[in-house]
């Protein structure tokens, strides 16, 4: 279970991105984070995982204090939670396999690492992340020759290898077309129904969030303004979450 | 129509009246009023040193010495009355003038300054052909050469009664005279028999007892002798005046003799003896240490050892360099990369001293480096080499710390989020970002440092450049011009090389393969290269006599060397002569940027591909033109200056005019790929509408290819200006010229000033031309 408790943060310039947040998410939650561009969804996401450091407040992951630990303690909280960014993030002159077998890092003995070792059972595990997500022929191609959709599920075969409990996604479909956000939603669907992993997934587009999540919570200018089932956001909830001039529009 | 202003035109013309430029300051026109102020303050500047120094412009006037250069400096000063004023009125003054004066004041300075002749380029167009004919047939491969030499004595002169007729044939081959004795101005006759058939020769006199010899002339010409088919020959010459020195006294007659030397190339063209000193050549030598220690072969025994000539000298001290300079780089790079550095407390402080360092000692050029270095370990190769890793780590460091800060942070973040601890971090998110144009750059720097390599050797000693000076020197300009081939040979295949292996690992391997690719220890070809790899380094090591140990031995005089070069010389005099120079400088690379740009504006437009490939002659021009550039590009412009020296004759003319070719070079390969990226869609869209073909260049073409031939042209200046630091070196005048004086009378206080003047010159020089270029881009 993940409990925020008054998660506050303000950037050095000033900027207050999160005003005294508090939420909790179950074990097997598909969790829709909602919200305007600089609402403060990504800084949310990136707290959680101290991507971010917040300025004040606390998180509990499973009863342990995720603010409060220490470095060493943090890659072992860090490595039960995979991450899938927006802009995928992948290094792009490293070819598909070394990019998924990144994933691992968290587990591998950092010396043995640096010079680009993995196990076998690592080998197996990531060429079996692979097939899962339909790319086992472009384990060595150059990661910058596929195509976005591609690339996405490579972050997600790279999130995978984590073996994450909890899978923290930001804005996984924002630079994709909408078919393709589909098939990367439907692998995250698989993954929280399938696996029983809890998602965390901050989405642009409200019959996305009808579709897929099981709950969201709304925030604005840094503050939770809504928390509940996708249906309960009908046009008045929109345009108070939105702002008055926003129109719904859909997704094919 | 001019609208209503809240400036008053007359106002700001009388602002501008009183300090050039205050007129626009007034309007708020800032930059345009501080670049008039600068511009006004160097003219008067220049103008009135120019007439100091060198009487340029001299103009007598009731007894006083004026500079006929004012007058357009006033109109200049005129012309920025007239800006203002019309500016107020929302209008502009004709921009052309305001361009146009200050040009024409800085040509007619630095046409004097260089000492420009164009009269010497023709009248001694003779020497030139020399060295023409010499690039054309360099001293590569040679015939064996056989002589043939038959001599006869006679008297001189005839005594009375004559002497009885002499034995016949003293030496060599059987040669007879018709006569017994002559004097000076008779006409003898020569006969042979036993040579080689259609031999040419000479004839020789040769005085009593053979002490001196004379080629024998007829009417200003040398006599030739022609061997007949069946090996005989007959020539009458007259007796020279050369054989009366001795005295021509008919009681004491003197017996001189007369030869005919033929020299006849037989066999087969080998390589000849240059060849092996550039190039390489199989010696016997004395076995190496290990073999006789084996018991392999005796100690006095001999055999066949490859010697490597001075070539592959220089292609091991670029290698080295290179190599050392990646290994330095790399490391310090990172306290310039400003995102880096700022995480790290003090870290703002070292990034800008580390920025302030590279850029200091990339500004000044390897040659400079190499006399201080000399200072240091002594003349040689490795000389060579530290001067070039030195210039090269700045260079690279500054590269690759740009290259640093140009990282994508996404993989960062992402390989945090996975867990991964900061050495995981570096090695997963932040390697494989910066290896790949790391390498790149190092390729580039290799295809430079083989360049400067070329040259090194003319301060450092060592490699092609020592063997270009020494040749020279002793007038050897068919192995000069083998050194010239060679070297753009070699430098033509480096560039090739470096530029595809460049494109190789930017682009990267995209295949697709299921297959992972073999470990390079499992495949052929990654032994070959490691095994070749490891063998070149160990050759280069040894060719470019690598002694680290000489490093931390200093020469006894180098500490004080330091310390003088750090304490500068600032009193007027120096000072006087140091701007005088660098003023002479700036002019020279300005007339070959000039003259270079000139020459290479019709040549581009053959050199273009997209112009040129219609039919098969245009692009064989296309292919010739894109040689000649790549060819003449290869030479480094000092290695030019050898042959405009003996054009010209020594001075900055001759230095002007090497930089010119190199300019021409460069800048024609710029200038035509320029024309090569122009946008068809304006051609079409002029085309469309009915215009002429001229009208379709006029309007399409032209507009397009201006912006960025200036752009080109103003950033050679800036390149030009930095080889005119070195150009000196070599003869060609100019700021080197003083640097390498100071420091040969180890006056090491003034060569310190030098030395900051360039850095200051090329370092404002840098900046100004950026500055022009991204206004004008």
Known sequence: MLRIEHLTKVYPNGTVALKDVSFQVQDGEFLAVIGLSGSGKSTLLRCINRLIEPTSGKIFWNDVDITAASSADMRNIRRQIGFIFQQFNLVKRSTVLTNVLSGRLGYTNPWASLVNYFSRVDHQRAVKNLERLGLEDKAHVRADSLSGGQQQRVGIARALMQEPKLILADEPVASLDPVLSHSILKYLEQLNKGDKMTVLCSLHFLDLVHRYATRAIALKAGELVFEGLPVEIDDARFKEIYGKEAERVSIV | MSRPSSKNPNLAGLL????????????????????????????????????????????????????????????????????????????AAPRLWGFLLPALIVYVIAWQVTDVNLQRLVTRFGDAKIILSAIVQPDLFARDQVSQIGGAPIWVPCSEPPQPPLETGYSGYPVRLDKSCATVGETVTIFGEGFVPGATGNLHWLSFEGANEAQIRAGGQAVAVTVDPDGRFQQSFPVPTFAGLEGLDPQNPLLHSVEARFTQEVGAYHPSENFGDLIGKISQEPP??????????????????????????????????????????????????????????????????????????????????????????????????????????????????????????????????????????????????????????????????????????????????????????????????????????VIMAVDYLSARWRKQILEGETRISSEPPKAWYRTFKGWAYAVGLSIAFVVSWNLAQIDLRKMFDPGPTFGKVVSDFITIDTSPPVLAAV?????????????????????????????????????????????????????????????????????????????????????????????????????????????????????????????????PWISYAIYQWDINIRIATIIGLAGGAGIGLLFINYAGQLQYHKAGTVVLAIVIVVTLMDFVSAKIRQKLV
């Not at chain 2, 009487?55 to 203002?84: E, Q, T």
């Not at chain 2, 020592?466 to 040749?471: A, H, N, Y």
């Open chain 2, 16 to 91: 501008a009246l009183a300090v050039p430029g205050l007129g626009h300051l007034y309007l708020g026109l800032w930059t345009r009023g501080l670049v008039i102020f600068v511009t006004t303050l160097t003219l008067a500047y220049v103008v009135s040193w120019a007439l100091e120094s060198f009487k340029i412009a001299l103009l007598a006037l009731a007894g006083v010495n004026v500079s006929w250069l004012w007058a357009p400096f006033g109109a200049f000063w005129l012309w920025n009355v007239l800006d203002a004023y019309r500016r107020a009125q929302q209008r």
């Open chain 2, 579 to 707: 701007i005088k120079q660098l003023l002479i400088t700036v002019f020279q690379a300005l007339l070959a940027t000039t003259l270079g740009a000139i020459v290479a504006i019709p040549f581009s437009f053959l050199a273009a591909r997209n112009l040129m490939s219609r039919t098969r002659l245009s692009s064989a021009i296309y292919n010739v033109a894109r040689f000649i550039l790549n060819f003449l590009r290869s030479i480094e412009a000092l290695l030019y200056v050898a042959i405009f020296v003996f054009w010209v004759g020594i001075g900055p003319f001759a230095g002007m005019l090497a930089l010119a070719v190199t300019t021409f070079a460069l800048i024609g390969k710029l200038f035509s790929e320029a024309i090569e990226n122009i946008d068809a869609g304006p051609l079409e869209a002029v085309t469309a509408t009915g215009a002429t073909r001229i009208q379709t260049i006029m309007y399409a073409v032209i507009p397009q290819i201006i912006p």
């Open chain 2, 288 to 489: 190496p240490q290990v073999l006789v220690q084996l018991g392999l072969v005796s100690a006095d025994a001999l055999m066949p050892t490859p010697l490597l000539g001075d070539i592959f000298e220089t292609i091991a001290i670029g290698l080295m360099a290179t190599l050392f300079s990646i290994v330095i780089a790399v490391p310090i790079s990172f306290l310039g990369a400003h995102n880096l550095m700022a995480r790290v407390p003090g870290g703002n402080a070292i990034y800008y001293a580390a920025r302030a360092i590279f850029n200091i000692t990339r500004s000044i050029d390897t040659l400079i480096w190499g006399i201080i270095v000399v200072i240091w370990v002594g003349l040689g190769s490795f000389a060579g080499v530290i001067a070039l890793t030195i210039h090269s780590v700045a260079a690279l460091a500054k590269l690759f710390s740009e290259e640093i800060e140009h990282i994508d942070e996404g993989p960062v973040e992402a390989i945090t989020a996975t867990g991964g601890n900061l050495l995981q971090v570096i090695r997963y998110a932040v390697f494989p970002q910066i290896v790949p144009p790391f390498l790149a750059y190092a390729l580039l720097r290799w295809d430079i440092n083989m360049r400067a390599a070329t040259v090194v050797g003319f301060v450092a000693g060592g490699g092609i450049g020592f063997f270009v000076i020494e040749t020279v020197r002793k007038g050897g300009y068919a192995q000069y011009a083998a050194a010239l081939w060679v070297v753009a040979i």
